[in-house]
């Protein structure tokens, strides 16, 4: 083989290799180049585990029915075990002169010339490739040697990076579950909620006012379309539907009155014209934090007011949710109370925001939010 040859070919192994984003494509695609680069009659890949064994071990060149005939993974022992440890290659002309030689299964095939290469990512062997029973008549060359090695470092960078990209994939599932909890929490919860408030009060005027259960049914019909819009907004990762169509400040005041119409506690709103431009995350934490010091306040307080003011201080924006219900001390928060109050934590710190929570036990709750311009 020319040297220009050796060079497509290589090039070919590595970019095969680099052109994968799964962790088991990369190891197989790197098994198979590896076996083709040389001329190998039989290939294997072993990724090592915590305990100095085999996390994983692949093979190329065996059927599916001789590979389940041999048996078990290979333990820590003999040449193979040797080697995931070990950074340096192993190139022999019969494998069973080294020293280390332990045995092989009945069903194993039989193995003569043999070159190993670690992969290794610094001073980390990720990976372990074995090769047997070259294709040439003189077995495995230092040529082939060196080209294994070549591929070998490319292939780490590949098996790294793959990992990396799975490891940011598993963070985003975790991180999109948990949105998606805390939204069901903060909104859709809070219209079920309501909704069965106002299905019980309906339920109670059938019999002796028939004109305001018709009336109080209509707001559960209106309430369950919301609560079904929120979901899907939820699903999508969209903001709440009543932000961009009317703004902060209109999207608040209409919460604010339809909790007023449902719930027992009287509910105001007061806003102002001068509140700054926020950014899309910073409305979405004002107003969702609002709903849930609401929520809290209309299910925990036993409140006969709840005040929502927006205001503008320091260039930005500030909230405050205020009730005169019975208060409580942190360490004595409900489940619930306790996760709304972790989920408006994570919202204002996502958004810039400082949170404080201020309530003492009879003296009311005060939830301040200020968010930047």
Same mark, same amino acid.
């Given at each position: 083989? @020319?040297?220009?040859?050796?060079?497509?070919?290589? *090039?070919?192994?590595v970019?095969?290799?680099?052109?994968?984003?799964?962790?088991?494509?990369?190891?197989?695609?790197?098994?198979?180049?590896?076996?083709?680069?040389?001329?190998?009659?039989?290939?294997?890949?072993?990724? /090592?585990?915590?305990?100095?064994g085999?996390?994983?071990?692949?093979?190329?060149?065996?059927?599916?029915?001789?590979?389940?005939?041999?048996?078990?993974?290979?333990?820590?022992?003999?040449?193979?075990?040797?080697?995931?440890?070990?950074? @340096?290659?192993?190139?022999?002309?019969?494998?069973?002169?080294?020293?280390?030689?332990?045995?092989?299964?009945?069903?194993?095939?039989?193995?003569?010339?043999f070159?190993?290469?670690?992969?290794? %990512?610094?001073?980390?062997?990720?990976?372990?490739l074995?090769?047997? @029973? *070259?294709?040439?008549?003189?077995?495995? =060359?230092?040529?082939?040697?060196?080209?294994?090695?070549?591929?070998?470092?490319?292939?780490?960078?590949?098996?790294?990076?793959?990992?990396?990209?799975?490891? *940011?994939?598993?963070?985003?599932?975790?991180?999109?579950? @948990?949105?998606?909890?805390?939204?069901?929490?903060?909104?859709?919860?809070?219209?079920?909620?309501?909704?069965?408030?106002?299905?019980?009060?309906?339920?109670?005027?059938?019999?002796?006012?028939?004109?305001r259960?018709?009336?109080?049914?209509?707001?559960?019909r209106?309430?369950?379309?919301?609560?079904?819009?929120?979901?899907?907004e939820?699903?999508?990762?969209?903001? /709440?539907?009543?932000?961009?169509?009317?703004?902060? %400040?209109?999207?608040?005041?209409?919460?604010?009155?339809?909790?007023?119409?449902?719930?027992?506690?009287?509910?105001r709103?007061?806003?102002?014209?001068?509140? /700054?431009?926020?950014?899309?995350?910073?409305?979405?934490?004002?107003?969702?934090?609002?709903?849930?010091?609401?929520?809290?306040?209309?299910?925990?307080?036993?409140?006969?007011?709840?005040?929502?003011?927006? =205001?503008?201080?320091?260039g930005?924006?500030?909230?405050?949710?205020?009730?005169?219900?019975?208060?409580?001390?942190?360490?004595?928060?409900?489940?619930?109370?306790?996760?709304?109050?972790?989920?408006?934590?994570?919202?204002?710190?996502?958004?810039?925001?400082?949170?404080?929570?201020?309530?003492e /036990?009879?003296?009311?709750? =005060?939830?301040?939010?200020?968010?930047?311009?």
């Amino acid at each position: 083989m @020319n040297v220009r040859s050796e060079l497509r070919d290589v *090039s070919a192994a590595v970019l095969a290799v680099t052109a994968h984003l799964s962790v088991r494509d990369v190891l197989t695609t790197i098994l198979s180049a590896a076996r083709k680069l040389v001329g190998a009659r039989y290939a294997a890949l072993g990724v /090592p585990d915590e305990d100095g064994g085999f996390a994983e071990f692949l093979a190329d060149g065996l059927t599916d029915e001789e590979w389940d005939a041999i048996g078990p993974l290979p333990r820590q022992h003999g040449v193979l075990g040797l080697m995931l440890c070990d950074p @340096n290659p192993v190139r022999l002309a019969d494998i069973r002169e080294h020293p280390h030689f332990g045995w092989w299964p009945k069903a194993h095939p039989w193995l003569t010339d043999f070159l190993g290469m670690p992969i290794s %990512d610094g001073d980390e062997i990720v990976g372990e490739l074995f090769l047997a @029973n *070259s294709c040439k008549p003189d077995g495995f =060359t230092a040529e082939d040697e060196e080209l294994v090695r070549l591929l070998a470092a490319h292939a780490a960078i590949a098996l790294v990076n793959a990992r990396l990209y799975e490891h *940011s994939r598993e963070l985003s599932i975790v991180e999109e579950r @948990n949105r998606i909890a805390r939204e069901l929490h903060d909104a859709v919860s809070q219209k079920l909620f309501s909704l069965r408030l106002t299905a019980d009060a309906a339920l109670g005027l059938i019999d002796r006012d028939p004109s305001r259960a018709k009336a109080e049914l209509a707001t559960v019909r209106r309430l369950a379309a919301e609560a079904s819009s929120e979901l899907r907004e939820i699903v999508v990762g969209h903001r /709440p539907p009543d932000l961009d169509g009317d703004g902060l %400040d209109k999207a608040l005041r209409k919460q604010v009155e339809l909790l007023d119409r449902v719930h027992a506690p009287v509910l105001r709103f007061a806003g102002c014209d001068c509140v /700054p431009v926020l950014t899309e995350q910073g409305q979405e934490a004002v107003y969702r934090i609002a709903q849930e010091a609401m929520h809290n306040a209309l299910r925990h307080a036993d409140a006969g007011r709840i005040d929502v003011v927006l =205001t503008a201080d320091d260039g930005g924006t500030v909230l405050r949710v205020t009730d005169d219900g019975v208060g409580f001390a942190p360490a004595s928060a409900v489940a619930g109370r306790r996760l709304g109050l972790a989920s408006m934590r994570e919202r204002a710190a996502e958004a810039g925001g400082t949170l404080t929570v201020t309530s003492e /036990p009879g003296g009311g709750t =005060t939830v301040r939010l200020a968010v930047p311009a």
